[in-house]
């Protein structure tokens, strides 16, 4: 399953599911400040450089604004400039809400009807753990379940350990599943979900990522039963071994 890119209307979407989240999680009033605070962000601060961009494409003696910004999208530099403020400035309990599953599962079924996708052509299986190690969560990604892999995808995603979900990737790891069923016959995905008692504390872990990958993809393979040469460790933050 292969989407077309995002798009405005998908952004206004995410935005509603993402208010709708927040509103029930954190509460009207702080969302609602929260908000206000990012007024001028997009009233003033994208408009302007938005503005610089285009003036300084047609060759207006302008400061340059960075390289990124001048070779980007429109959307690529909006995108960019919100994430940036949004980690600068939103509390972490409110960042961690744009990469939770009560937004990006939504927004992701709703990517999927705008392109006639009415049902997902993969089993997504959340997985609670196992006697290995009851602490490792994540999400399963299967195309036929009752059959026994020919390759496991063990993919640990960006976050520094603390920060976001495999949910917030579901839409990248569903169209990589797609690519691997062309040399696969049935290929499984796992990503991990970083909770507190595996990943995200202590913070010296975190900062000594190679310590936690002998049990986070030795309990995996155990609870998968593939011997060590099937399994691929997909890694974003850290050198393989």
Known sequence: MLLGPINSVDCIVFCIFLAAHLIRTVGFWRTARHALRAVP???FDI???LARRLLFAWGFNVIAPDQFTCTASAFEVIAVQCTRWSHVNLPLDILRAFFGRGV??????WRM????FFWSPVTCEDYEGHEVDPAVKG???KEDPDEDPDLVVYYIHGGGFIMGSPSFYLEYLIALHSMLRDTFKNPYIFAIEYTRPCCAIPHSAARSPKRLRPRLIGSQIQGSGLPDGRLC?????????
């Open 113 to 116: 009807l705008r392109h006639f």
């Open 47 to 49: 408009p302007l450089l």
């Open 41 to 43: 962000l997009i009233v």
């Open 233 to 241: 460790r997909r890694h974003i933050g850290f050198d393989a071994p």
């Open 139 to 141: 999400i399963w990604i």
């Open 104 to 109: 990006v599962r939504p927004f992701l079924r």
